[in-house]
């Protein structure tokens, strides 16, 4: 059956102009490479094109590829080298949407370089992962571990073009690791939050006096504390510290709102309830809420998630002025969010009321709810 665009061939495809126009000329489409075209295109039939899309392949038969990956390892340590130690120097990084950057830290050297052979910046990014991880464990160090695996993979490759076994140096070399690491933990010392300045400041560009505000809010908040950094809209540095507990989630419903400037929710000593399931209709809630109404308290609910029916109810009560409440979903997910819950409730002991596998309306009476130690805004 002829197509009705024509002859088909393996070159291209021609098609000859439709009927009802004046014209002689022919239309020539010529496939792309990498794109094949159907044999036979039936009427009324929609044509088919399948890309195929190729990488290409390097083996290390006559050493070019190591040699490659070992030009990419080079170019990135040799870059990242120059910020060690306390005589190390600046490097300055091209931003496509603003100022240049002046830096001296080798993790954000490192995540700026991309090099152009496919090989080479293989080799790159095996010496970067290396120091993003000694970043992430660690927080420093990060230009040590670069210049490290520069020289263990030269020596490498010397040993393994001399005729070793690979696999036997892969060996050799995480067997030395654990005993390094046993004799460098015999000899080290615990860091003073004094010295954490030093680090900090490291950090920041030699800026002592952001390293110290660091070390200052380090302290106050401890080791396991949580550090955030905002930009500030007057010249100088400050330092907040916010107690209490903190986590991302915000309320249902904006009729919870007490302030509608801040349009936050404040309450001071609520009563919390924390469900680690859906709360599907407000008979679950009615004993604590009558509570709550003849208590006068405010009460917080943090839950899986409340259906539309039980939040209506709580919404009504709260526009009628009846009940001080708001309700929030728990944070994290799976078994993050039941971890979540228990810390919550770890750090108000005695204050709150915690229900697991809520199924039974009535279950949660219970007299004396927690307290917020402090008081709750979101």
């Known amino acids: 059956m002829a197509s009705p665009f024509g002859a088909a061939s393996s070159?291209?495809?021609?098609?000859?102009?439709?009927?009802?126009?004046?014209?002689?000329?022919?239309?020539?489409l010529v496939s792309p490479p990498l794109v094949?075209?159907?044999?036979?295109?039936?009427?009324?039939?929609?044509?088919?094109?399948?890309?195929?899309?190729?990488?290409e392949l390097y083996f290390n038969k006559d050493g070019s590829a190591i040699k490659k990956l070992q030009t990419g390892v080079n170019k990135l340590a040799d870059l990242v080298g120059v910020t060690l130690g306390p005589k190390g120097r600046n490097v300055v990084l091209e931003s496509k949407y603003g100022s240049p950057r002046i830096v001296n830290d080798g993790v954000t050297v490192a995540k700026e370089v991309e090099l152009e052979d496919p090989v080479e910046n293989i080799g790159a990014k095996l010496v970067r992962q290396a120091a993003a991880k000694t970043n992430d464990l660690a927080g420093d160090g990060t230009t040590t571990s670069v210049i490290l695996a520069q020289g263990m993979i030269a020596?490498?490759?010397?040993?393994v073009a001399a005729g070793a076994n690979p696999v036997q140096i892969a060996r050799g070399i995480e067997k030395t690791t654990k005993a390094l690491v046993s004799e460098l933990r015999k000899m080290s010392k615990?860091?003073?939050d004094s010295e954490l300045a030093d680090v900090a400041a490291v950090s920041a560009g030699n800026n002592y006096e952001i390293g110290n505000m660091i070390a200052d809010a380090m302290s106050k908040v401890g080791r396991q504390g949580v550090v955030t950094l905002e930009e500030g809209k007057s010249a100088e540095n400050n330092l907040?510290?916010?107690?209490?507990?903190q986590f991302d989630r915000g309320y249902i419903s904006p009729y919870f709102v007490t302030d509608s400037e801040k349009m936050s929710v404040e309450y001071e000593n609520c009563k919390l309830l924390l469900v680690?399931?859906?709360?599907?209709?407000a008979r679950d809630l009615i004993t604590l809420l009558e509570d709550a109404i003849k208590g006068g308290y405010p009460i917080l609910i943090i839950a899986e998630d409340i259906?539309?029916?039980?939040l209506a109810t709580l919404v009504v009560n709260r526009l009628r002025g009846a009940l001080k409440i708001a309700a929030i979903k728990a944070p994290g997910f799976g078994e993050r969010k039941s971890q979540y819950l228990d810390d919550i409730a770890t750090y108000s002991p005695r204050h709150c009321h915690q229900r697991r596998n809520w199924t039974v309306p009535g279950q949660s009476r219970q007299r004396?709810?927690?307290?917020?130690?402090?008081?709750c805004n979101y």
């Open 190 to 192: 615990e860091v003073e």
């Open 11 to 28: 070159c291209g495809l021609k098609a000859a102009a439709p009927s009802g126009f004046a014209t002689r000329k022919q239309l020539s």
């Open 368 to 375: 004396s709810p927690w307290k917020c130690r402090q008081g």
């Open 36 to 55: 094949s075209l159907p044999q036979r295109a039936r009427p009324g039939r929609k044509c088919s094109f399948r890309v195929n899309a190729a990488k």
């Open 307 to 310: 259906e539309q029916e039980a």
């Open 155 to 159: 020596e490498g490759v010397k040993i």
């Open 276 to 281: 680690d399931k859906k709360i599907n209709n």
């Open 240 to 245: 907040y510290v916010v107690e209490g507990m």
